[in-house]
């Protein structure tokens, strides 16, 4: 490493980018507008920025819209704001399509000098001969032919739709990619950038190299899928003459039970099976953070398997349980009971209804900082209807933040308990009490909490490319329970996280307003694993 010592040392699990001299790095991330980012972006994106910030150079976000039969303005918007969601904060954005005037010049510039020509073999022929590595009968076009035909296609003749560029590399190549691959090629509908000025665009595999190179890239991350490529690559920028780009290539993550392709979350979106983009069940960064990913959480995640080159399929509880480290440290803690089944308990000795009784009780049992709040105290208390199977008069049970109770009087009703009384013992032992217990003052304040809790989209762990996924959509991903929460609960703002005690973490969808219930999305801790019991 050139100079390395000059920089922090790299995070755990990430390894070097060769030959990167500090100052003059130049990395990119080129994401296709052609849906919203999802974590596997996240990862290409974090680690780009990661490398940029590392070595003191420079990140580039590039839209890669070549394709206007798949992209769109709104995820071009989308993905400026997702990336601010990250904290990524690119120091240039650029588009592939501000190229395509020295993209065309470039692809001239083959044809002239016979690396590139002309052909309409229908696709599935072509596929068939490469497989085969038989050439196309057009391989030997004379250049002044391919110019007219190329052209011809670019001015969006109808005849131009047949056609398409291809590079005269080598058809007897062990390498599949170097089988004279396709580099340009007609598409009339209009792009959402340059309209209907181009009536032919180039193929990633064309424009890709050309940009990095001209935009100064010194280090092109690619997926370890793209090793195949990487010799295409090179060949496009050594035949343009053009300044090499160095790869580095990283493995693609993926999850279990999750649908990881913008075409496939299109689909859910489209068949109303998520509210949209955004929802907490999907993949997408957005999606994530609505179900309660913490960014710190995710990046530790992300940067700790950086170097690593194989693919996995990541259990999501793994993911789960680190990022309950990091909210654990934030999350203040409230009090929650079962909106419907719960038991009344009478503390005889307790302050009276009408004093307005409260005691001052952390928001963190660990942090200080996160402040205090005050919880109302009185005599008409309740309790949660499972936390009292069994109870006997004489036992003495906590109230959780506030004391002991000795149990006077129990009532039955239809063989369970039905009601409770109880004396307050100010110096009672907390340690002896079997039962500590979430409780509730009865008040008309308690806000009505509406606890949501998601499951996965698919029921299979592994998909397969050949694999519909269709056949295998959740049928049920959702399960909500009410529950009467302490009023404290009423001052949160979206997107803040908490714990329910006994209940576990949750982040707010929606603050209580208007007398509507506040929404909490439970999040996953990495233990529990069906939609029940909240
Ligand atoms: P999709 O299959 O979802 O359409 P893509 O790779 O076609 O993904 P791009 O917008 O072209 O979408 O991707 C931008 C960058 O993100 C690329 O550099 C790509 O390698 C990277 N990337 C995409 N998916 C993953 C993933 N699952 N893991 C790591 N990197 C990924
Ligand atoms: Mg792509
Ligand atoms: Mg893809």
Avoid at 104 to 112: D, K, Q, R, V, W
Avoid at 199 to 215: F, G, H, N, Q, R
Avoid at 427 to 437: E, M, P, S, V
Wanted: with cysteine; net charge negative; proline share 5%.
């Amino acid at each position: 490493e050139v100079g390395g010592d000059l920089l922090e040392p790299l995070v755990s699990g990430m390894n070097l980018l060769e030959g990167a001299v500090p100052g003059n790095v130049v990395t990119r991330f080129p994401p296709e507008p052609s849906g919203y980012l999802h974590i596997g972006h996240a990862k290409a994106v974090l680690l780009n920025d990661y490398y940029a910030r590392r070595y003191k150079g420079r990140l580039i976000v590039r839209f890669d819209d070549t394709n206007p039969s798949k992209e769109k303005e709104e995820y071009q918007q989308s993905i400026v704001e997702d990336l601010k969601l990250l904290g990524v904060d690119p120091d240039v954005v650029t588009y592939t399509s501000d190229y395509f005037k020295a993209i065309f010049g470039y692809a001239l510039s083959m044809i002239e000098n016979g690396t590139a020509y002309m052909d309409d073999t229908p696709q599935e022929q072509m596929k068939l001969e490469r497989a085969d590595r038989v050439e196309s009968k057009h391989r030997n076009m004379p250049p002044e032919e391919a110019k007219e035909k190329f052209l011809m296609m670019n001015s969006g003749k109808e005849e131009g739709a047949a056609w398409c560029l291809r590079a005269k590399i080598d058809m007897n190549s062990d390498n599949g990619t170097l089988r004279d691959p396709v580099l340009f090629r007609q598409n009339l509908e209009p792009h959402h950038r340059s309209g209907t000025t181009y009536k032919a665009y180039p193929t990633y595999d064309l424009a890709c190299p050309i940009v990095d190179s001209l935009e100064g890239v010194t280090h092109a991350l690619r997926t370890t899928e793209y090793n195949d490529r990487d010799e295409q690559y090179q060949w496009i920028q050594t035949t343009l003459g053009l300044r090499r780009v160095r790869i580095h290539s990283f493995s693609r993550v993926n999850f279990m039970y999750t649908v990881l392709s913008k075409r496939k979350l299109a689909w859910f979106v489209e068949q109303g099976l998520v509210e949209g983009w955004g929802d907490a069940r999907f993949p997408t960064v957005r999606g994530v953070v609505r179900r309660g990913v913490n960014l710190d959480a995710l990046k530790t995640f992300i940067y700790s398997q950086g170097a690593s080159r194989r693919v996995v399929n990541m259990d999501w509880s793994k993911f789960w349980a680190e990022n309950k480290k990091e909210i654990d440290k934030q999350a203040k803690r409230f009090m929650a009971i079962d909106a419907n089944t719960n038991v009344p308990l009478k503390v005889t000795n307790g302050p009276a209804i009408d004093s307005n009784s409260y005691l001052s009780t952390a928001n963190h049992p660990k942090d200080p900082s996160l402040g205090s709040r005050a919880l109302r105290i009185g005599q008409d208390v309740i309790l949660e209807t499972v936390d009292v199977e069994g109870i006997q008069e004489g036992e003495e049970i906590v109230l959780l933040r506030w004391g002991v109770v000795k149990i006077t009087k129990v009532t039955q009703a239809n063989g369970n308990v039905g009601s409770l009384e109880g004396e307050f013992i100010p110096d009672g032992d907390y340690k002896t009490a079997k039962r500590k217990l979430s409780w509730m003052i009865q008040t008309g304040s308690n806000p009505i909490v509406e606890l949501t809790e998601f499951d996965h989209l698919v029921t299979k762990d592994k998909l397969e490319e050949e694999d519909n996924f269709a056949d295998y959509v959740n049928p049920t991903t959702l399960a909500t329970t009410q529950v009467m929460g302490d009023a404290g609960l009423k001052t949160l703002q979206e997107h803040e996280i908490i714990q329910l005690e006994r209940r576990g973490f949750f982040r707010v969808d929606r603050p209580y307003r208007d007398g509507k219930p506040l929404i909490l999305y439970m999040i996953p801790d990495g233990k529990t694993k069906s939609m029940s019991g909240m």
